[in-house]
């Protein structure tokens, strides 16, 4: 099927060549990418064809969930070539001549799966599925160009997508058995590190493998889609003009450019800057097909590069020249590509192109550094004339300002070999190794005078130190010395955009310290007379590259017992139901429901300002915008404008904003793109009021919903007098975006009649939806209908925030009578919807010599944001989990919900807890540390024990921690290693090791009694098959697969009988959320409830009929007019724990888990790495062992990136800078331990969960505090090497221990120097 956006003349329908099954695929790319061209190719969507496999998730090429593979044949090098592209960034004009496949054109559920499909499927790399689709197409390009992959080549594969569920893990895993050097041999190989080879546990059998790879498909790449015969024939697309395709801020007079633009290429800010800055471009030029700007030159004295060669082909370009040439001369080579290796991933470099990177001219590029350091020579031409400049300082005039002149373009840019005697080193520093933008980087030249010590050439060159590309002239010219450079040459302002400005200046002198003992190291080898002296050899791992081994894994759990019926599924690792829909993108999420007719798109318009008064909206330019239908404010809503849990927010604000993001209104329009214009058409004016944003702000003002909270327990002043020891402290963690990559999205459709309406949403909490939405419509809750397929994550941010979407949409389609869509774009969401609450802890605690605790204070302050939503019951919960694992005798513990300007934080995975815990761990620290005694111990020392009584005076029952801590201590060898890690840091200066075990304790339950109710729907039909329904959601956490396995094994029918289509208001009503990790307990016991009316039901049918099957009870029961429909409902036991007497029942059980994580530090930026860690992890008996370890590492992953990654950043005024995958960075593939270990705790029954099992999706977040105070102990060594520089034994590392924070906790010589 061809296809062509309406509105293209015949011959551009060629030149925008989608072929078959790719072409209806290719819709959602050119929907996606028509955001970024003139409205009237705003013509197609993806539902008009009814594929959607490929995911918007960011929008700005961060995320990789929109990655296709583009085709061409390329005439250049006379052959097809296939690479990955970010759909969302591709200008729809780059299709030209281009061959596009999704993930639906390479495998189907309906059809077969591909290889690539069905192992991240089976190997359990799917949980809620969004990413999926991305990280196939990723995969699947590499074996496309490389069949027999390494791993190193799959990581690198991988490095463009994210995934915020499964922890990487399993992907990897799975992804592995293509490897050549790391394939699975199903047990078959004797390589005793096949997970097929482990050793067996002997008393109980521990299974090694959640999946079993002999069931795998071979990869057969005989069997590809072919690339369409009619785009080889012919000479390259000439230099065609497109009207539509028009445009470019490019200057293209030379070359007949401006007059004719060549088709087809690839731009990326053109598009960022369409989507985020609104612009528009009269004229795009696409110069990919142009062979002078393509060719690729090796020369006399470096290799010339067309400037719009991308970024892959330079690097492959270069790799090659580095395996060919002397040494010597590919010295610049080796520093570009040490800095595209550190370039976001493989979709991007293989569109972005070079001279793309140098003339966007961005103060942080880290090429143009480098390029200026080579002295790269760059051809320059405009009509008529050449020219060849060498990039020095002048290049970049200004602030992303060039020496180009308008009617000029770059034609080629030549990077130059290096000489003997020439040394060369770049260095990129970002707020995390994996993190694209950076904060300073570098390029640094050498060149010696033949045969001595003398320095002929210096050039150091700095981005992210100025508002451009910049070199230290004054220093290399000896002008100055090298601290006089440093102060003078390479300073910040206090305000100086990207902040960080003690890190950036001590970057810099790291850097040039690391370049000094680089160069050392190399003139060591080839000076035999030692002229410039020897290199110390503790210095020596400074020099080394940020270098990861391939990573390894090993996950153990408990098998079934033996005995257990092949057809009784429980507590076996069956693979998430919905996995293989979701690797081919047949997966339905909210956005992919085909578009209604007549559907309109609704967009946000929100407040620009933290508090203020608003004196006045303005809507006459956005009702000139094309398509606009209406805007609407308060006056529209026909019920109540409050809402909210509290009924303390509006729906839409009135008169007042209380924070940057707050919703004032919303646009209808007839597409997304023209809602875009319009709401930023809408003008507001402002008077501003005092905001509060910070917690101390709130602190000063007294700002603060309802009282204080508190427990207290024993007597805190006789405690603290009788203690040896106190110390107190100060702790900071900062608040945490969930970053679910679908974004809150929500389409509403009217029913027709009796004002009913019929909401798809992706929320957690379908009760609450239907009851807000009725409320802002004024109608009873029967006549809203809400329901939910899955969700592509929500950690907690879709229990109450969703309705903040739905509410608005609702209201829309009330106006309009029309069905209304929202989905939210990235930048919104982060923006309007809240996330983690921020906590600031003040504590105090007593201790005795020997380390035991007797006394604890801790105030605690969380940011809530600007309404109350669950924030007084995130700090209840955090009073709950202060104490951690310690028995405490004498504890006092309070809590403040500040109320503050910001966006209204909200649930997120924990719930407080982990923040509470953090800060038990670091007070915990400070006393081993203040002992001299050995952490772990003073750890133990403390720890409860079965039968003892919490602060809050439950007894702790079924007390497994002790033997979780025990086997972690054990199999992660942690007194060997601790000794090998004191040897490291012994032998090495400026890299230091670090090794810490925690332990968690986490409640579960609802504290609120009546939330702790679940019910469920089963319906038999004739042919015996089920449906099935509960109240929970399922949003990647495997609710539903689990939900599955408790029917089957209670019916004793198999799996594939049963069928869970979606959660509803209309099939199970009035539920609670889909929250606290308790949905397995409750919707569980539920469902079971219901089996067993039905099955009381069958019985006498199979007492009559004993030999028969489940279908003839079913039919017989039927044909008796028995009903096959059934309700089950459960509710857990009472809490009646209350604040007033500290007493009564408060949660069902503890889930408990042990961590011990080991890193390294680059003292000299910061940088760590996570070398290994061990988890021991009770979830009772698992009902699935595979969905099990998956929740313990994706909660670890993303407690990982909480502790030491995600840092969220406001202005002063309370707007939020980090809007994106640009600025925000959760951990990717290279984040997770290069050794991941993970053990489900053996022997451990619940009897208080639905077959023994235990709640499993908060508990582990919190383990990835090892890696926090694993930092902390590796600073520790780092600090105690530089006695001399102000080291307190005591030292703050607030969370998250960014970079930039361990750089600067790590106290030495260059830090004193800036
Ligand atoms: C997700 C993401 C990650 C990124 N990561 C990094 C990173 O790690 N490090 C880094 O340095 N950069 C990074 N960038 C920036 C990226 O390198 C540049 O956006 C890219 O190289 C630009 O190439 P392009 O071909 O898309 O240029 P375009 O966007 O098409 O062009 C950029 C500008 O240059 C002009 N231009 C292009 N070619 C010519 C020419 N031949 N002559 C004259 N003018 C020309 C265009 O008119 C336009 O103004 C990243 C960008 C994104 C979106
Ligand atoms: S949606 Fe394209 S990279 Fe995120
Ligand atoms: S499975 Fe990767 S984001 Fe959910």
Redesign the pocket.
């Known amino acids: 099927m061809a296809w062509r956006p309406a509105g293209l003349r015949e011959k551009q329908q060629q030149s925008l060549h989608v072929s078959g099954k790719v072409a209806a695929v290719a819709s959602r790319i050119a929907y996606y990418l028509g955001t970024f061209t003139n409205a009237k190719y705003q013509i197609i969507s993806s539902n008009m064809l009814g594929l959607s496999g490929t995911k918007l998730a960011c929008g700005?090429?961060?995320c990789g969930a929109c990655t296709v593979m583009f085709s061409k044949y390329d005439h250049l090098q006379n052959k097809i070539v296939h690479f990955p592209a970010?759909a969302c960034?591709a200008p729809i004009c780059s299709l030209h001549h281009v061959s596009v496949t999704t993930v639906e054109g390479i495998g189907s559920t309906k059809t077969r799966l591909h290889p690539v499909q069905e192992r991240i499927a089976k190997s359990h790399g799917s949980q809620c599925g969004f990413c999926t689709p991305g990280i196939v197409m990723s995969m699947y390009m590499l074996l496309r160009n490389q069949p027999e992959p390494t791993m190193e080549e799959i990581e690198d594969a991988l490095q463009?997508n994210l995934c915020r569920c499964t922890g990487y893990r399993p992907i990897l895993q799975g992804f592995r058995t293509f490897a050549r050097d790391g394939g699975c041999c199903g047990g078959k190989g004797d390589n005793p590190n096949c997970c097929m080879n482990q050793k067996k546990d002997q008393t109980v059998t521990l299974s090694p493998s959640l999946f079993n790879p002999e069931e795998f498909m071979p990869l057969d790449p005989t069997q590809e889609p072919i690339f369409p015969p009619e785009l080889l024939v012919g000479d390259a697309p000439g230099r065609e003009i497109h009207e539509n395709f028009i445009s470019?801020?490019?200057?293209g007079a030379a070359l007949g450019i401006k007059d004719r633009p060549a088709t087809s290429?690839?731009?990326?800010?053109?598009?960022?800057e369409m989507k985020f800055k609104n612009k528009l471009f009269p004229l795009?030029?696409c110069?990919a097909w142009i062979p002078e700007?393509n060719s690729v030159e090796h020369g006399e004295e470096g290799i010339s590069f067309g400037?719009?060669c991308?970024?892959s082909c330079v690097e492959k370009t270069l790799l090659d020249a580095v395996a060919q040439l002397p040494t010597h001369k590919t010295e610049v080579f080796r520093g570009i590509l040490e800095?595209l290796r550190?370039?976001?991933?493989k979709q991007?470099k293989s569109?972005?192109?070079?001279?793309?990177?140098?003339?966007?001219?961005?103060p942080?590029?880290?090429?143009?550094p480098v390029f200026m350091a080579s002295g790269a020579k760059l051809t320059?031409v405009s009509r008529g004339t050449r020219r060849t400049i060498r990039m020095d300082h002048t290049f970049f005039p200004g602030y992303r300002k060039?020496l180009?002149g308008p009617e000029?373009?770059?034609?080629a840019i030549e990077i130059p070999y290096s000489r003997e005697g020439e040394f060369f080193s770049a260095f990129?520093q970002?707020s995390g190794r994996e993190d694209?933008?950076?904060k300073v980087?570098s390029g640094m030249r050498v060149l010696f005078q033949p045969g001595t010590a003398q320095i002929k050439e210096l050039a150091l060159c700095y981005?992210g130190m100025a508002d451009r590309t910049i070199s230290a002239l004054k220093t290399t010219r000896k002008q100055l010395t090298c601290v006089q450079a440093w102060q003078e040459e390479l300073q910040l302002a206090p305000d100086a955009p990207g902040g960080m400005i003690e890190f950036r200046r001590t970057l810099t002198l790291s850097f040039f310290f690391k370049f000094y003992l680089t160069v050392l190291q190399k003139l060591g080898k080839v000076d035999s007379e030692d002229k410039c002296g020897k290199l110390d050899p503790t210095f020596a791992s400074a020099t080394l590259l940020f270098q990861k081994d391939p990573p390894t894994n090993v996950q153990l759990f408990q098998e079934v017992p033996k005995g257990q019926s092949e057809d009784d599924i429980v507590g076996r690792p069956l693979p998430h139901l919905g996995a293989a829909m979701q690797a081919c993108g047949e997966a339905v999420y909210c956005d992919d429901i085909p578009h209604y007719q007549n559907e309109l798109s609704l967009r946000l318009v929100t407040s620009t300002r933290a508090h203020a008064k608003i004196k006045s909206i303005d809507t006459s330019e956005a009702q000139k915008v094309q398509g606009f239908v209406c805007f609407l404010s308060v006056d529209d809503i026909p019920g109540s404008n409050k809402t909210g849990y509290f009924n303390d927010e509006t729906v839409f604000a009135k008169d007042e904003v209380t924070c940057v993001g707050h919703i004032i209104g919303a646009v209808v329009t007839d597409t997304p793109e023209h809602a875009q214009r319009a709401a930023q058409a809408v003008k507001i004016t402002y008077e501003d009021l005092p905001a509060i944003i910070t917690i101390e702000d709130a602190i000063k003002h007294n700002s603060f919903y309802g009282s204080e909270l508190k427990i207290e327990k024993g007597d805190l002043q006789k405690g603290f007098l009788e203690a040896d020891n106190i110390v107190s402290g100060e702790f900071y963690i900062g608040g945490q975006e969930h970053f679910y990559l679908e974004t809150h999205c929500t389409i509403a459709v009217p029913k027709g009649e009796a004002g009913e309406m019929e909401l798809f949403v992706s929320t957690e909490n379908t009760m609450k939806t239907q009851a807000f939405v009725a409320n802002v419509l004024g109608v009873p809750a029967n006549q809203i209908l809400v329901r939910v397929k899955r969700l592509g994550g929500g950690f907690g941010g879709k229990e109450t925030r969703s309705t903040l979407v739905s509410t608005a949409v609702a209201l829309a389609v009330y106006k309009t009578g029309c069905p209304v869509r929202c989905m939210l774009d990235r930048d919104e969401d982060m923006l309007i919807t809240g996330g983690r609450h921020p906590f600031l802890a003040r504590y105090k605690v007593g201790f005795m010599k020997t380390g035991r605790i007797v006394a604890l204070e801790v105030n605690h302050y969380s940011n809530a944001g600007n309404t109350l939503d669950l924030s007084e019951a995130v700090m209840q919960a955090a009073l709950f989990h202060m104490e951690s694992c310690y028995k405490i005798p004498n504890i006092r513990g309070t809590g403040r919900v500040c109320k503050t300007n910001l966006p209204s934080n909200t649930a997120f995975r924990g719930f407080g807890a982990p923040q509470a815990m953090l800060i038990a761990e670091q007070w915990m620290s400070e006393i081993a540390v203040t002992c001299g005694l050995p952490a772990e111990e003073v750890r133990r020392k403390n720890m409860y024990k079965e039968g003892d009584l919490t602060h809050f005076n439950q007894k702790l029952e079924g007390f497994t921690l002790t033997r979780c801590w025990d086997e972690c201590l054990a199999s992660s060898q942690y007194h060997a290693r601790k000794s090998e890690i004191d040897k490291f840091n012994k032998e090495n200066c400026w890299k230091k090791r670090g090794l810490c075990i925690v332990p968690t304790k986490f409640g579960i339950n609802f504290a609120i009694s009546f939330l702790n109710q679940a019910g469920a729907l089963i319906l038999v039909y004739t042919d015996g098959s089920v449906l099935l329904t509960h109240g929970g959601t399922e949003m990647g956490q495997g609710l539903h697969t689990k939900m599955v396995q408790v029917a089957s094994r209670a019916l004793k029918i198999p799996t594939s009988k049963i069928y869970i289509s979606e959660t509803s208001t209309n099939t199970v009503p009035n539920t609670s959320p889909t929250a606290a990790s308790i949905s397995t307990d409750l919707n569980g016991q539920a469902v079971y409830e219901a089996c067993q009316t039905i099955l009381k039901r069958l019985e006498p049918f199979k007492r009559k009929n004993p030999s028969g099957s489940w279908e003839d009870w079913v039919i017989a029961a039927y044909q008796d007019a028995v009903s096959l429909s059934a309700t089950g409902f459960y509710k857990a036991p009472e809490v009646t724990y209350s604040f007033e007497t500290n007493s009564g029942y408060l949660f069902n059980y503890f889930s408990y888990g042990v961590a011990c994580s080991e890193v390294e530090i680059d003292c000299l930026t910061g940088d760590h790495k996570n070398l290994r860690t061990d988890i021991v992890m009770d979830v009772g008996s698992s009902l699935n062992p595979a969905i099990d370890i998956g929740q313990v590492e994706g909660a670890f992953v993303q407690g990982l990136g909480l502790f030491t990654l995600e840092e969220l950043q406001y202005s002063p005024e309370g707007s939020l800078y980090t809007r994106g995958?640009?600025t925000y960075k959760i951990p990717t593939f290279g984040s997770i331990p290069i050794e991941f270990r993970v053990s489900l705790l053996r022997d451990s029954p619940n009897k208080k969960a639905i077959y023994a099992s235990k709640a499993v999706g908060e508990p582990p977040l919190f383990l990835a505090a090892s890696i926090f105070f694993a930092i902390k102990d590796a600073i520790h060594a780092a600090r105690a090497q530089h006695k001399d520089y102000n080291r307190k034994e005591l030292f703050r590392l607030d969370s998250p221990a960014t970079q930039e924070k361990i750089r600067n906790a790590c106290m030495d010589k260059f830090a004193t120097m800036v």
């Open positions: 700005e090429g961060g970010n960034l463009g470019s801020k490019m200057p290429g690839f731009h990326f800010f053109p598009g960022i795009i030029v110069p700007l400037a719009s991308p970024l800095q550190w370039f976001s991933g991007l569109v972005a192109s070079v001279g793309g990177n140098i003339i966007t001219a961005s942080i590029s880290d090429l143009n320059i060039t180009l000029e373009i770059l034609l990129k970002s694209y933008i950076p980087t981005g995958p640009s």
